[in-house]
């Protein structure tokens, strides 16, 4: 069974930083490309980033560009994000999601984060 | 960036009536290197993640109920619910992978009538 564990996310204020992780089970992790989403309270969906099996190919929305850093693990079967400089905006629940044929076949159940003074 | 524009945002259909869900791309999603729309549709029920119910526009994720189908291509697509169960209430989101950033409609909410 497909398992993915986000973890990382908490309170922490404008400028700040935190690392979002994502364990994976169930699946040969370094076969697959693996996108992070997020979802602000009450709101709809953004994709975040992506990044491809070796790492090698990284993607990320504008509003992220420059202060998020996506990056993988595949002997440890992680994932990561990396993010620096949070603004109130970045305040969302955060998951990481499995590609397959393009599309996000399975989801984590989500790490929050909150950016508040 | 594509722009993916749901309708309705919201919708309330009867127990065992169909239920019809609208999502237009502001560009073709249509890869010609393999004639494939490059388009998903997700179901989130409150207080859980997204489920991947169709990819490739139009393909039933293994599980997924055949009530569920999809149609349509290059910038316009449907998911239809042929008989709607209680069990279906939850926001239906389309998503395009064919270019970064990989858009997310604003989410159509369903409910019971």
């Known amino acids: 069974e497909v398992q993915l564990v986000e973890s990382g996310g908490g309170l922490v204020q404008p400028g700040g930083s935190l690392r979002l992780s994502c364990a994976a089970s169930g699946f040969s992790f370094s076969n697959h490309w693996m996108t992070w989403v997020r979802q602000a309270p009450g709101k709809g969906m953004e994709w975040v980033a992506d990044i491809n099996q070796d790492g090698s190919g990284i993607y990320y929305v504008d509003s992220v560009k420059g202060r998020f850093t996506m990056s993988r693990d595949n002997a440890k079967k992680s994932l990561y994000l990396q993010m620096n400089s949070l603004r109130a905006e970045d305040t969302a629940l955060y998951y990481c999601?499995?590609?397959?044929?393009?599309?996000?076949?399975?989801w984590g159940q989500g790490t929050p984060v909150t950016v508040s003074s | 960036d594509i722009v993916m524009t749901q309708s309705p945002d919201s919708l309330a259909v009867s127990l065992g009536e169909r239920a019809t869900i609208n999502c237009k791309s502001s560009?073709?999603?249509?890869?010609?290197?393999?004639?494939?729309?490059?388009l998903a549709w997700y179901q989130q029920k409150p207080g859980q993640p997204p489920n991947l119910l169709i990819y490739w526009a139009f393909t039933r994720e293994s599980g997924v109920p055949d009530r569920f189908s999809a149609s349509g291509s290059g910038t316009d697509f449907t998911l239809t619910i042929s008989s709607l169960q209680a069990e279906d209430v939850a926001v239906y989101f389309c998503?395009?992978?064919?270019?970064?950033?990989?858009?997310f409609g604003q989410g159509t909410k369903l409910e019971i009538k």
């Open positions: 560009q073709s999603v249509l890869h010609s290197s393999n004639n494939k729309n490059y």
């Open positions: 998503q395009q992978h064919y270019n970064s950033p990989h858009t």
């Open positions: 999601a499995k590609r397959r044929n393009g599309a996000l076949d399975s």
